[in-house]
Antibody
Framework: QVQLVQSGAEVKKPGSSVKVSCKASGGTFSSYAISWVRQAPGQGLEWMGRIIPILGIANYAQKFQGRVTITADKSTSTAYMELSSLRSEDTAVYYCARDSPGPYSSGWNYWGQGTLVTVSS | DVVMTQSPLSLPVTLGQPASISCRSS???????????LNWFQQRPGQSPRRLIY???NRDSGVPDRFSGSGSGTDFTLKISRVEAEDVGVYYCMQGTHWPSITFGQGTRLEIK
C-alpha cells in the first residue's frame, strides 16, 4: 500500500524559508513523480510543481518560479519542497501527491496528510 | 494558464436526489496524445483531497458508481445519481493537459438541504 508521510507543522517568520518533506513507502519511488499542491485557509487547491525522482527533473508553476525548489532523495524515497521569501499569503496546508511522470497529469490518487505552514511575525 | 470555471459554486441537495457540477475550460483539454486530462476531486471537511474521476470518465477504485464523469473538449460534468450524507464536501475539477501548467476549478461546495 502506497503511503506518503509528510513532516510536521511549521511556523515561520516573513522573509524566511520552509522545507517540507514527503516520505514515500510502498510502490517504486523512482518510477513516479511527486507533485506539491497547496491550499490556503478556506481556499481552493493550487499546484506548485512536480519532480521526477529518477531524473531529478523538476517543473514549477509559473507563479512560484524562483521561489520554490522541489528535490528528491532516491536513497530515502523522500521528496522535499522548499519555499523561500515567505509572506503571510503563503500560510497554507501543503500536500504532496504521487503523480505520473509524463508531460500531462491525471491527477493524484495518493496524497500525503498535509503540512500546515503558518507565516506570521 | 488555462482557466477552469465551475458552476454552481454552492450546491444544496436533498438526500437521495441527483446532483450535477459543470466544469468549463478556457481551452480544449485534448492532449496531443489523444487523451483528455480532466480529473475530479472530492475534499471532505478536514480531509486531504481524494481523486474520484480521471481522464473525464474513469472512476477510481473504491469510488461508488453513483459518481460519473462525462464531457469533451472544453465542457465537462460530474454527476452524482443519488446524493448521500457522506458526499458532503467540496468538489474540484482539474486539468492536467496543458503541462506544466496544472489548474483547478474554484470548487463547488455540496451540502445537504
Amino acid at each position: 500500500q502506497v503511503q506518503l508521510v509528510q513532516s510536521g507543522a511549521e511556523v515561520k517568520k516573513p522573509g524566511s524559508s520552509v522545507k517540507v518533506s514527503c516520505k514515500a513507502s510502498g510502490g517504486t519511488f523512482s518510477s513516479y513523480a511527486i507533485s506539491w499542491v497547496r491550499q490556503a485557509p478556506g481556499q481552493g487547491l493550487e499546484w506548485m510543481g512536480r519532480i521526477i525522482p529518477i531524473l531529478g527533473i523538476a517543473n514549477y508553476a509559473q507563479k512560484f518560479q524562483g521561489r520554490v525548489t522541489i528535490t528528491a532523495d532516491k536513497s530515502t524515497s523522500t521528496a522535499y519542497m522548499e519555499l523561500s521569501s515567505l509572506r503571510s499569503e503563503d500560510t497554507a496546508v501543503y500536500y504532496c501527491a504521487r503523480d505520473s511522470p509524463g508531460p500531462y497529469s491525471s491527477g493524484w490518487n495518493y496524497w500525503g496528510q498535509g503540512t500546515l505552514v503558518t507565516v506570521s511575525s | 494558464d488555462v482557466v477552469m470555471t465551475q458552476s454552481p459554486l454552492s450546491l444544496p441537495v436533498t438526500l437521495g436526489q441527483p446532483a450535477s457540477i459543470s466544469c468549463r475550460s478556457s481551452q480544449s483539454l485534448v492532449h496531443s496524445d489523444g487523451n483528455t486530462y480532466l480529473n475530479w476531486f472530492q475534499q471532505r471537511p478536514g480531509q486531504s483531497p481524494r481523486r474520484l474521476i480521471y481522464k473525464v470518465s474513469n472512476r477510481d477504485s473504491g469510488v461508488p458508481d453513483r459518481f460519473s464523469g462525462s464531457g469533451s473538449g472544453t465542457d465537462f460534468t460530474l454527476k452524482i445519481s443519488r446524493v448521500e450524507a457522506e458526499d458532503v464536501g467540496v468538489y474540484y475539477c482539474m486539468q492536467g493537459t496543458h503541462w506544466p501548467s496544472i489548474t483547478f476549478g474554484q470548487g463547488t461546495r455540496l451540502e445537504i438541504k
